[in-house]
């Protein structure tokens, strides 16, 4: 890895802005000091700042391609304002590429065999924090198998939540799920995976021909059956482990990690510093600045498909009287939040809710099971619990604007419409996108 900037990119006008890449290890500490040495002191004169996260990305060449993509299509729609001396950082940190049972298509669909090194990716990052004895017994559970009996799931769902550690969830205070709550989840998702579409881009209803609801309806009859499936598909085990500590880990490295580099510029410079963050990149962002805690806020905040709860911001969840983890970040932006939100996004509309959530699913309502008022994603509903502090406006075309001055702390900006032709955000990796640069400009360049 270069020591110093990644790269110099063009922003405009003849001028360049330099932009830092910084890596991140799983429990958050720094592994480019110098770099980040570098960083520090060059901020000098800085008038801005522009910190992204990316979120499933497993590669540092993958997370450098998404900033470069993203920030050319920002300067393609104007050069930044003259007077302006911009620095761009992003972070890599230790994520995986990966696919709910859906978004694998018609291969999967017709029932032939996944790809064995995806398989084998989710496995090992799921089960790199157990001890020796637990591995070999996960392994012996699940190599060579494509579904598991009922006493063989409860073993497994049993090694991967001691594996992951649950503890009360940050985002919504929820509590964390027993081996009842995993395999109910574990169900729906079995459930849900029975109506796959023909098409990998045509996701449907996942409750429509049986789906969800014919799964909550056996569920609610006899809990212990998969769906009516009667076998339990070990690889949605591995992918509920793997939103869980994908969803840890970026609040870990964002409060360990990039939380010291938040306070540096808000405390030591006057340049103005702008967040962006994509999916659990999201987390990332907001964690950071909730931990850093600095003495004047940050300029703006974008949030791109947010992989978090949607009460994560409110002052009291779902009445629960605890307020939501990030709830103090809303005193921390200086701007309304612009968090986007999609129909098309499929991940957080019909699965985040099922796989990333606490113990409810454990309550005798087995009518709640797949909430998305409760349990919803960020990024696939937008916010609740805000009232009058939030707003919800379409995703503007180029050349339009957003009302950031009606004294709402997040505006949640829908982007299932079309603009150009398309969808403004397609899916949940869609967020280099035309309405998606333009979004950061309003930011960036807000009076």
Avoid at 47 to 68: C, E, I, R
Avoid at 421 to 441: E, K, N
């Amino acid at each position: 890895m270069v020591v110093g900037p990644y790269r110099a990119v063009d922003i405009g006008s003849g001028r360049q802005a330099d932009l830092y890449l910084l890596r991140y290890a799983a429990d958050g500490s720094l592994l480019s000091p110098q770099t980040a040495r570098h960083l520090t002191e060059s901020l000098e004169g800085v008038t801005d700042v522009f910190l992204f996260s990316h979120g499933w990305n497993n590669t540092f060449d993958a997370a450098a391609a998404t900033y470069l993509a993203f920030i050319d299509g920002y300067v393609s729609q104007g050069a930044v304002r003259a007077g302006r001396r911009p620095v761009l950082a992003g972070v890599v940190w230790p994520s995986i590429s990966l696919l709910m049972p859906w978004e694998d298509g018609p291969r999967i669909a017709g029932g032939a065999p996944a790809d064995p090194a995806r398989n084998e990716e989710t496995r090992a990052f799921v089960a790199e924090s157990l001890d020796h004895g637990a591995q070999a017994q996960l392994s012996e559970l699940l190599d060579g198998s494509g579904e598991l009996a009922q006493a063989q799931a409860e073993q497994a769902a049993e090694i991967v939540r001691a594996a992951l550690a649950p503890v009360t969830d940050p985002d919504d205070g929820s509590a964390a799920p027993s081996v009842s709550d995993i395999l109910r989840s574990w169900a729906l998702l079995d459930g849900g995976a029975a109506a796959r579409p023909g098409d990998p881009d045509d996701f449907g209803d996942l409750g429509a021909g049986g789906g969800v609801a014919a799964a909550v309806a056996t569920l609610a009859a006899d809990p212990r059956v998969a769906g009516g499936l009667g076998t339990w598909d070990p690889r949605n085990l591995l992918r509920m482990g793997t939103m869980w500590k994908m969803k840890d880990r970026a609040g870990r490295v964002g409060a360990r990690g990039v939380a010291p580099l938040v306070r540096r510029v808000l405390e030591d410079t006057d340049a103005r510093l702008h967040l962006v963050g994509h999916s659990f990149g999201a987390r990332l962002v907001m964690s950071a600045l909730a931990v850093a805690a600095p003495g004047r806020p940050a300029r703006s905040m974008l949030l791109l498909q947010p992989a978090v709860n949607r009460w994560c911001f409110a002052p009291d969840v779902a009445g629960t009287g605890r307020a939501g983890g990030y709830h103090p970040v809303l005193a921390r932006v200086e701007l309304p939040i612009l968090a986007t939100y999609s129909e098309h996004d499929f991940p957080l509309r019909q699965a985040f809710h099922l796989a990333v959530r606490g113990a409810s699913l454990g309550e005798p309502n087995i009518a709640a099971v797949g909430d998305t008022d409760r349990f919803g994603a960020l990024g696939g509903y937008g916010p609740a619990g805000l009232g009058a502090a939030s707003a919800r406006q379409a995703a503007v075309a180029p050349g339009g604007s957003y009302d950031l001055s009606g004294g709402e702390r997040v505006i949640a900006v829908d982007g299932s419409g079309d603009i150009g032709g398309r969808p403004a955000i397609g899916g949940h990796g869609d967020i280099s996108t035309p309405a998606t640069w333009w979004a950061l400009h309003c930011l960036a360049n807000a009076s």
